[in-house]
């Protein structure tokens, strides 16, 4: 036990804890936010056409390029791959595309037939019939060391203006 103790009782400080304790309680501010703030980053890949790190994407298909509609990799003139949402998730928020494409897309892989003795595509004005097609990583979603730093002070200030709130 310590040897001196000293009680707070001084209403400004009293008011300010209780109120950081409700912000405590309440994250959906800050989540809101997070999930803001993310998604235009995330958008922002698209038109640098990085992944979280900086690193560029793996360029297109020459063959694809040639015949490409759209202003660039993962975007073109119907493909909305790049309309990223967010919405909270019970204590946390979600960041992603509902396109069932876009996790193909984030972590890269192969795609296979799934009912047909082969995939059957057109490119660069000729059909291909093969048995699988390699789609290169292009990630788009996760975070880095400037994304943590901005949400760390977005978590920062949600407590902050709650403590300063008259």
Same mark, same amino acid.
Request: glycine share 8%.
């Given at each position: 036990?310590?040897?001196?103790?000293?009680?707070?009782?001084?209403?400004?400080?009293?008011?300010?804890?209780?109120?950081?304790?409700?912000?405590?309680?309440?994250?959906?501010?800050?989540?809101?936010?997070?999930?803001?703030?993310?998604?235009?980053?995330?958008? $922002? $890949?698209?038109?640098?056409?990085?992944?979280?790190?900086?690193?560029?994407?793996?360029?297109?298909?020459?063959?694809?390029?040639?015949?490409?509609?759209?202003?660039?990799?993962?975007?073109?003139?119907? $493909?909305?791959?790049?309309?990223?949402?967010?919405?909270?998730?019970?204590?946390?928020?979600?960041?992603?595309?509902?396109?069932?494409?876009?996790?193909?897309?984030?972590?890269?892989?192969?795609? $296979?037939?799934?009912?047909?003795?082969?995939?059957?595509?057109?490119?660069?004005?000729?059909?291909?019939?093969?048995?699988?097609?390699?789609?290169?990583?292009?990630?788009?979603?996760?975070?880095?060391?400037?994304?943590?730093?901005?949400?760390?002070?977005?978590?920062?200030?949600?407590?902050?203006?709650?403590?300063?709130?008259?």
């Amino acid at each position: 036990m310590a040897a001196a103790t000293i009680t707070v009782d001084e209403a400004a400080i009293n008011d300010a804890l209780a109120r950081l304790l409700a912000a405590a309680g309440n994250i959906k501010p800050a989540l809101k936010n997070i999930g803001e703030f993310e998604a235009k980053v995330t958008r $922002r $890949r698209f038109i640098d056409q990085r992944d979280p790190d900086g690193a560029p994407w793996a360029a297109l298909n020459p063959l694809y390029a040639k015949t490409k509609k759209g202003p660039g990799i993962l975007r073109g003139e119907t $493909r909305s791959l790049s309309q990223i949402v967010w919405q909270l998730a019970g204590d946390g928020v979600e960041i992603g595309s509902n396109e069932v494409y876009a996790r193909i897309h984030n972590e890269g892989g192969t795609i $296979r037939p799934k009912t047909a003795e082969a995939l059957v595509f057109s490119m660069g004005g000729q059909t291909f019939k093969v048995q699988s097609v390699k789609i290169p990583k292009r990630q788009f979603l996760g975070f880095n060391e400037a994304s943590i730093a901005a949400i760390l002070d977005i978590v920062k200030d949600h407590f902050v203006e709650a403590i300063e709130q008259k």
